[in-house]
């Protein structure tokens, strides 16, 4: 925000600082102070000045040449405006003086005639950027006089960066409270005094607030007889120095103390208001608003507005609608000023895509209290003086609950140990009172009791009010001293530690981690073909999404997955082998949070390696066998294990998914059964709605699942010195046998003498009936504490064929 040196120094005696220690202070207190700038610096040899004559230009039709008197000279100036005469007081320039803009005045030659000097239109000198024509002084203005001593002198301009939390830093008024209270020195508010006339405001409108609709507080003041027009000199060069434009002199005095006082305000038009009330209420749907920057605003419903009898005339907090709109043609004013919840003014102004200088102090919080009065009537004072017109006498306010102050508590002994240093009762007293809190000591019990003003909504622990006493001491009184504490290590998270372990297996397995928005856009539940009743669309929908592409937030790992394959797709990349550790969210009835269940996703498409010399661009594709063995290689290096302490692998089962592909589509299951999760390849149709060039192949598993086979100590065993013995076996069973079935019948079947039984071989064709496939494994069997008989491995390839045969059907080839 820009601040005024002069402006500051209404409030605040600062004749005897030099701007550069005011910022260093104020800086730090907590109000960092940017950037030190002079304004009008180059306006130094612009001055006073009368015309005594004008002629025309002989050599040039739209010129004339002017002798304008400045003390101690008569100049000869060439001039293209029209709207001078003779005996107008204006601004000159003289040779050697640099305007806004860097433009350097010189004596120059113009059509043969010299020129010494230039009269300045507002444009010239900053004040305006719409109004042409040269600038008129007072005609009692001293002639020699500097312009920049019209408004007031020489200017220091301060910017500055307030912190979210501090809106009453946003104004003249409250940084002066900041300095009184660091340098310890009075401050003098604005004087206000409000001359009020008959009849009584409340006789001719009323103002009401609906219930719910977010405003607290809304107060008006009616203004009659008043004259639109230009703002005084002094009005238009502070606006613009402060980075404003003028408008006119009832919306330049809104905005003067805006800048001023840090409470925001807005005029209507009272005549062209419908009916006899006015009132803070929430749009209806289909309603419209054309604001002032000329945008029509269809409102959706819910928005906060301000609506006379017939339709909405303001986005309250944000911006004013031009059918109310105050122009050269007003006569009466309702002015109003209101306190909006910030919640709400934020949402609305998302709402609208709409953002102003009052949107952003009432989305970080205003004054309900002293500072909407206060405001109120300086703007109505400040109206009246430079525009005429009645003030009627009282003001409409509607107040439907009251907001009390915040009461804290500080205990003396709290404050020195957390800032460090010895801090007397008094002086703590004496820095909060300075910023306007109200304390009331009790030496008996070690505290103060202090009650927050209601200008300051950031205040609401112990703890802030040990921070307000340090900014007035300032940060550079507090001495560097490293704290004592005790660190005590926190506690081992094992469910942590697993799904660390997981990601660095994944990472060494070769695939590459993704960090994916927690957001997900509802159309991605369409794009994977899933069923209205299916379990993912029921999201947690986000109230003020960003856009509606973020506004669920996501029930599974797939859409982010899949984004981030397209994404590397399209930028040339062929191998892509992608996963993401991270929580997904399901609604929970009956309760306020959703579940969070933390998920392991798998997304790999392309070649299986990445382009090598040794085996040039004929590299194999991805298939669901690498998925496969990923997923396996994982259960294995985990060293999880089943309920019944076994390592055996986990299984993949058919399962229709409605996004994968139907006959290669799985569900991840523990040896004991229970589901893991799924795995499979991207339905053709889902690969085309995403973009996607190649067959992907996908899984993901439930992680909390997939923990609770974690056994927190991994149990070794002694390799067996005794031989193994290997025989194959080959069976012929239907082709809907799975492989994964059989194995495990063999491995229950073989009990514990079987240590291994690896499949090697799948046949169809020529021997084998049709219908049917050949499957053939190799078994391992050994025993721990002997060599095995011939007659002990026969037996137990006996029974396993003859379990075989009896579950499945199966011949022995």
């Given amino acids: 925000m820009k601040l005024s040196l002069n402006l500051l120094s209404r409030f605040v005696q600062l004749n005897d600082i030099e701007p550069k220690n005011l910022a260093e202070r104020l800086t730090l207190s907590g109000l960092e102070v940017s950037e030190l700038l002079e304004a009008d610096q180059d306006l130094d040899k612009v001055v006073a000045g009368r015309i005594l004559k004008i002629v025309p230009h002989p050599n040039a039709n739209k010129l004339s040449l002017t002798e304008v008197e400045v003390p101690g000279q008569i100049l000869r100036i060439v001039c293209g405006a029209k709207n001078i005469a003779e005996g107008d007081v204006v601004p000159v320039a003289l040779v050697g003086a640099v305007l806004p803009g860097n433009q350097v005045i010189r004596s120059v030659n113009l059509r043969g005639e010299t020129s010494e000097g230039m009269i300045c239109s507002e444009r010239e000198l900053g004040l305006s950027e719409e109004q042409a024509g040269i600038m008129h002084l007072p005609q009692d203005t001293p002639l020699g006089t500097p312009v920049q001593e019209l408004w007031g ?115 209507f038009d009272l005549e062209r208001l419908s009916g006899p009330a006015i009132q803070a209420r929430r749009a209806r749907p289909g309603e419209f608003l054309t604001t002032l920057d000329g945008q029509k605003r269809a409102l959706s419903g819910g928005e906060l507005i301000i609506a006379d009898a017939e339709r909405p005339v303001a986005l309250a907090g944000i911006m004013g609608g031009q059918d109310s709109e105050v122009g050269p043609g007003t006569s009466s004013l309702l002015l109003e000023a209101a306190w909006f919840a910030p919640g709400e003014v934020r949402r609305t102004a998302r709402l609208a895509q709409c953002a102003s200088e009052a949107s952003y102090r009432f989305e970080r919080g205003t004054d309900p209290e002293l500072g909407l009065t206060l405001a109120l009537d300086r703007a109505a004072q400040l109206i009246q003086e430079i525009a005429g017109g009645t003030i009627l006498r009282g003001i409409l306010d509607a107040y439907p609950v009251r907001q009390e102050p915040v009461c804290l508590s500080l205990s003396f002994l709290k404050a020195e140990q957390v800032l460090g240093l010895p801090l007397s009762p008094a002086r703590a007293a004496s820095a909060l009172s300075r910023l306007g809190f109200l304390v009331e000591p009790d030496p008996a019990a070690g505290k103060f009791s202090v009650r927050v003003p209601t200008f300051r909504n950031d205040v609401t622990i112990e703890e802030d009010l040990i921070e307000e006493i340090a900014q007035v001491l300032g940060y550079d009184q507090i001495p560097a001293i490293l704290p004592t504490v005790t660190l005590a290590s926190p506690l081992p998270d094992p469910r942590r530690e697993f799904l660390r372990a997981c990601r660095t297996l994944a990472a060494g397995l070769g695939l590459t981690e993704i960090l994916s928005y927690s957001f997900m856009n509802p159309q991605d539940l369409d794009r994977l073909g899933l069923p209205p009743d299916h379990g993912w669309r029921e999201a947690v929908k986000i109230r003020n999404p960003i856009s509606e592409e973020t506004s669920l937030l996501r029930t599974s790992l797939l859409p982010g997955l899949l984004a981030a394959v397209a994404y590397n797709q399209r930028r040339g990349k062929d191998h892509v082998y992608l996963f993401e550790a991270g929580a997904v969210f399901h609604p929970r009835p009956g309760e306020k949070l959703p579940a969070e269940p933390v998920r392991l996703g798998f997304a790999l498409a392309g070649p299986r390696d990445r382009l090598d010399w040794r085996q040039g661009k004929k590299r194999p594709e991805t298939d669901l066998y690498d998925l496969k063995g990923m997923l396996e290689g994982l259960w294995q290096r985990l060293h999880l294990r089943s309920g019944d302490g076994s390592r055996h692998d986990c299984a993949f089962i058919p399962e229709p998914f409605p996004f994968l592909h139907p006959s290669q589509s799985l569900a991840v299951t523990a040896p004991d059964g229970r589901t893991l999760g799924w795995a499979g390849a991207l339905h053709p149709q889902v690969q085309e709605s995403f973009k996607l060039k190649t067959t992907l192949w996908l899984a993901e598993l439930e992680m909390e699942r997939l923990y609770s086979y974690h056994a927190p100590q991994t149990a070794l065993s002694a390799f067996s010195r005794f031989p193994a013995a290997v025989r194959d076996l080959s069976l012929a069973v239907q082709e809907a046998t799975l492989a994964g079935d059989v194995e495990r019948v063999i491995r229950e079947a073989g009990g514990g003498l079987l240590v291994e039984v690896l499949p090697f071989d799948v046949y169809r064709g020529e021997g084998l009936e049709p219908g049917t496939k050949s499957l053939a494994f190799s078994l391992t069997f050994q025993a721990a504490d002997r060599t095995l008989l011939d007659d002990e491995i026969k037996s137990l390839h006996a029974r396993i064929l003859e379990r075989v045969q009896s579950e499945f059907g199966a011949r022995q080839r």
């Fill in 153 to 267: 002198g020489r200017d220091v301009i301060l910017e500055t960066e307030a912190t979210p939390n501090r809106p009453d830093l946003l104004s003249h008024l409250g940084v002066a409270r900041q300095i009184s209270a660091i340098l310890n020195r009075p401050l003098t508010p604005p004087a206000v005094n409000v001359a009020e006339a008959e009849p009584e405001a409340a006789r001719e409108m009323s103002v009401a607030i609906e219930a719910g609709s977010g405003c607290g507080r809304y107060c008006a003041r009616l203004l009659r007889g008043i004259r639109v027009g230009p703002s005084p000199l002094w009005l238009r060069q502070a606006l613009t120095k402060l980075g404003l434009r003028s408008v006119n002199n009832v919306v330049d005095a809104t905005n003067y103390v805006l800048l001023e006082i840090g409470h925001p305000l807005h005029a």
